[in-house]
T-cell receptor, first 115, second 113 residues
C-alpha cells in the first residue's frame, strides 16, 4: 500500500514552454501533498504544500506564479512549471501524506531538462 | 525548524548490522523523528519514525535516547540494496494540522560485498 506515482518520469522541453507534472496517490486518498525539488548532489528542498480544494502554500523564495500547483482531487496534485528556463532543470519529487499516521510517501520523481 | 546532524558517509559490509546516528539536540517535545532513505534517481522511501519509545518494523529499528537529543537507525543485516542516502528528519505539527519534512544532507551508506 501507500503507492505514489508521478508522470512523466522525465521530460525535455524548450526554454519558454510550460511543463505539467502529475502526482497521484494510487491506493489512498491524500488531502495533503508536497512538492520538492532536488538538484544534483544536493538534498531535497520543499517547494510547496498542496491542499485539496484550497490554494497551495509556498515555501519562502519559491515563486507561486512560476510553479503553479493544483490539487483538484484527493488523489491528484499537479505542478506546472511555467515559462521554463534551463535553471529550472531539476529532479521534481512529490509526496502524499497518509493522515492516520502522518507519514509521507514519495513518488519516483520527474527529471526535467530545459534546453 | 529543529535541525539534525548526521555523518556525511558510513560504510558497512554485507550481512553486518549498521548503526546510523543522528543528533538533534534542539528537538522539542512534539517533534517526531523520521527516517527516510533515497536510492540514486529515485524518490525517498519511508523507513521508520518515532516520538519517544524505540520502534521496530520490517525494515529497521529506531533507538531513541532517553533525553531525545539523539537517535540511531539500526539495519540489522545490511544488504547491497541498503546502499542509499539516509535522512534523519524532525517534523513538527504545522499550523495546518500536518507535519512538514525538511531534509538535511543525510548519510550516504556504502555496503560492501
Amino acid at each position: 500500500g501507500a503507492v505514489v506515482s508521478q508522470h512523466p518520469s522525465w521530460v525535455i522541453c524548450k526554454s519558454g514552454t510550460s511543463v505539467k507534472i502529475e502526482c497521484r496517490s494510487l491506493d489512498f486518498q491524500a488531502t495533503t501533498m508536497f512538492w520538492y525539488r532536488q538538484f544534483p548532489k544536493q538534498s531535497l528542498m520543499l517547494m510547496a504544500t498542496s491542499n485539496e480544494g484550497s490554494k497551495a502554500t509556498y515555501e519562502q523564495g519559491v515563486e507561486k506564479d512560476k510553479f503553479l500547483i493544483n490539487h483538484a482531487s484527493l488523489t491528484l496534485s499537479t505542478l506546472t512549471v511555467t515559462s521554463a528556463h534551463p535553471e529550472d532543470s531539476s529532479f521534481y519529487i512529490c509526496s502524499a501524506r497518509v493522515s492516520i499516521t502522518d507519514t509521507q510517501y514519495f513518488g519516483p520523481g520527474t527529471r526535467l531538462t530545459v534546453l | 525548524d529543529a535541525k539534525t546532524t548526521q555523518p556525511n558517509s558510513m560504510e558497512s559490509n554485507e550481512e553486518e548490522p549498521v548503526h546510523l546516528p543522528c543528533n538533534h539536540s534542539t528537538i522539542s517535545g512534539t517533534d517526531y523523528i523520521h527516517w527516510y532513505r533515497q536510492l540514486p534517481s529515485q524518490g525517498p522511501e519511508y523507513v521508520i519514525h518515532g516520538l519517544t519509545s524505540n520502534v521496530n518494523n520490517r525494515m529497521a529499528s529506531l533507538a531513541i535516547a532517553e533525553d531525545r537529543k539523539s537517535s540511531t537507525l539500526i539495519l540489522h543485516r545490511a544488504t547491497l540494496r541498503d546502499a542509499a542516502v539516509y535522512y534523519c528528519i524532525l517534523s513538527a505539527l504545522f499550523s495546518g494540522g500536518y507535519n512538514k519534512l525538511i531534509f538535511g544532507a543525510g548519510t550516504r551508506l556504502a555496503v560492501h560485498p
